[in-house]
């Protein structure tokens, strides 16, 4: 376990240099530069920014400065558009919203998802099974900006239950986190189904079955347990996603998260703001996949770590 | 593995997103006395940094500069000073400051304040885009571009309440230039302590009516009353939240629900449908769009294609059916409405004189004519705009103008480079005078963007700055537009209009060519 650990990290952080090498040039390459606005610096202004944020210098030395700055100071430098603000400031300041609404739609996602499913799984063909695996297929197929504009027609406007958008109240969270976790939900039932129902064939089933086990604590002892195997891969990069926001959902209901960051820094030419969501986002997918490995270990023996 | 430990790792999965969910939830807050929608989210506070109209308005109720503008007239009105007092030559002027000027801390607010805060400004290296609106100011130009040092610009404190500034020419817009929000002062100890992180609400020390009380990233500011400031006991509204929302529709919906009681920027989708509403004000703001040419390249290097385009624009159909926030055809760059300013007539015609023109330049019913690219930024509404201007073209003059949408900075850096052939450009006026517009296309000004250089204008422009008689001024201004217009790197389209759906029960609001809204001046029946 040790050693797996260890060989992970490893992996992790090279992958993140890997990403921001890529990222920074890419970002230098796309035309366009972040003070370029409608209202023309004169030269020398224009010179003086570039030199505050160590644009003017060879592009190598910019790169190993930064490089150095981010991996081995964990600075992410100011944000080139939100002037007054570094960028360690601004991760730290909406990625916890983010997550707690990603958090709230996956947790929702969890507990709707697998009973559905299993639910599914317990009655294969029967009208049940087929009500419900109708039912996931639209969910998983109306897009999410659709749910969400219907969400607040439906629950803001024909019945004023919940406010439009905002993020000041525990309400506020209800019709943003069902958008974002309905989706997810379908996805987590159906991948529950067929592996329940793969399960529900294999030899270890119908030995339980017939040493007498009642069918009920066949389906949630075993076969659930080896069913769960193909959601909990699913889960790791679902959840770097969901828990690092949803550009529709945060949009719709006007949650001050990072999800719009991965688009708006890109087109402000936010070189470090993107940098840094990136990063965060890399990171977080691997870290999540590790976790996944060790989860998937635990439920599954047979499972190995490499 | 002992059995406890898989119930407990799929628990501590659990763990995970319900710690995430408990740390970031939402911190609940009072509701403010009046809410708004800022079109955009503030970038920053800091006077010198801010660039667009919005965080101009927060500026504005932050920070208080020698002068304000009614909104009503546009007329400057002292705010931090007290009076002025102009020399005989125009070139000088002595702001007395008002002894009840005070900082949030409540320190006076003194010459040396604003000293500070206008070298400040005027530095290269504090990179403000507003730097060069200071160039009047004697020696501030070569300040700011590095030939001379601070101690050149001619800019004094002699007493705590007497801020001097000579100028190199007159101007007589110079007043509005000073209530620009750029030229309010800030606090030097504190910019001096804290670097660029001055502006955090527990370390802001501010002049104006409002102070920060405080910023979340992509949600709002919370301004509530400064109790130090000379207007405090006229100022109606305590806590004012303005609202960072991405989506306009989310802001009308907003709106719609009585959770704001002011957008500005509403969605095109439906403008048209609340149109009529008693709440719905509509007015035109001091911008103009307009085309601009790239006039380096055939076949756009000929004057007499872009005025054949010029005269084929269906500017009254576009205003009509396509702009919906109460635009107005333009025929000139500067938009009417200045005072003491009379724009030039753009060129005259109808669509047979563009027709004469465009078989004069060689291209008879558009016989001929390539295939042009209409460059213009990637958003919902210009897009509307490029398709219906496309369309027109091609039907008045048989010309293809293809749109081409690109990102917003590639857009611009295109047209930095001028690799464009057409793109639909917007310019809005900082301050109420022609030059504002007119200084767009000097052949050295960076926003130029067409290549197109003429010594006449410059010089008439340059003749123009150092004019003192506004009468004969405003005359200069006006040639140098009527040749602007003339030669074409530029045909207008239309005055920007702007919508703002304020709540009926907001009292105080006034729309004006600057789109200020003073928020002192709101109050709630």
Known sequence: MLTYVLRKLLSVALLLVLVFTGAFFLMRLAPGGPFDAERALPPAIERSIAARFQLDQPLLVQYGSYLADVFLRGDLRPSFSYRDTSVNQIIAETLPRSAALGAAALLLALFLGVPAGLLAAARRGHARDLLLSALFALALAVPNFVLATLLVLLFSFVLPWFPVAGFSSLRHLVLPALALGVPLAAAIARLTRAGVLEALASPYIRTARAKGLAPGAVLARHALRAGLVPVVTYLGPACAAILTGSLVVEKIFAIPGMGSFFVTSVMNRDYTLAMGVLLLYFGLLAVLNALVDVSLHLIDPRVELQ | ????????????????????????????????????????????????????????????????????????????????????????????????????????????????????????LLDARTGSSYASQLWVIAGAREFSTGAAPASAVGLAAPAPDTFVVHLCAPCPFFLALAAHFSCAPVRQD?????????????????????????????????????????????????????????????????????????????????????????????????????????????????????????LAIDREALCRFVYQSGEAPARSLVPPALPGYVPAAGAAGGIEAARALLAEAGFPGGRGFPELELLHAADESVRAVAEALSATLQQALGVRLRPAPQEFKVYLDSQK????????????????????????????????????????????????????????????????????????????????????????????????????HPLELLALR
């Open chain 2, 417 to 516: 480079q001028l690799r464009y052939q057409v793109s639909l450009g917007m310019w809005i006026g900082d301050y109420p005078d022609p030059a504002t517009f007119l200084d767009l296309f000097a052949s050295d000004a960076g926003a130029n963007r067409t290549g197109w250089k003429s010594a006449r204008y410059d010089e008439l422009l340059r003749q123009a700055g150092a004019e003192g008689d506004p009468a004969r001024r405003a005359a200069l201004l006006r040639k140098a537009e009527e040749l602007l217009l003339r030669e074409g790197p530029i045909a207008p389209i239309c005055f920007r209009g702007q919508a703002n759906l304020v709540s009926p029960r907001v009292t105080g609001f006034t729309t004006n060519l600057l789109d200020l």
């Open chain 2, 190 to 310: 504190l910019i001096e302590a804290y670097g660029d992180a001055w502006t955090e609400p527990d370390r802001i020390v501010s002049n104006g009516p409002y102070r920060l009380e405080l910023r979340r990233i992509r949600d709002r500011l919370r301004l509530v009353r400064n109790e130090q400031h000379a207007r405090a006991s006229a100022t109606r509204l305590r806590v004012i939240d303005a609202l960072a929302i991405d989506s306009k529709a989310t802001a009308l919906n907003l709106y719609l629900t009585g959770d704001a009681d002011w957008v500005n920027a509403l969605p095109a989708a439906s403008l048209r449908r609340l149109h009529g509403r008693p709440d719905l004000r509509l007015n035109t703001v001091l911008a103009t769009n307009f085309l601009r040419f790239n006039v380096t390249a055939p076949p756009l290097d000929d004057a007499r294609v872009r005025r054949a385009i010029d």
């Open chain 2, 1 to 120: 593995m002992p059995s406890l430990a898989r119930p407990a790792a799929l628990l501590l999965l659990l763990l995970v997103p319900l710690g995430a969910f408990l740390a970031g939830r939402p911190e609940p807050l009072p509701r403010a006395d009046f809410t708004f929608v800022l079109p955009k989210e503030n970038a920053t506070v800091d006077p010198a940094a801010a660039t667009s109209v919005a965080d101009g308005w927060i500026v504005q109720a932050l920070f208080e500069g020698l002068y304000r503008l009614d909104p009503s007239t546009l007329a400057p009105l002292p705010a931090a000073a007290e009076s002025t007092e102009l020399s005989a030559d125009g070139l000088t002027y002595a702001f007395r400051l008002s002894p009840r000027a005070r900082w949030s801390d409540g320190r006076p607010v003194t010459a040396g304040d604003f000293l500070y805060s206008w070298l400040r």
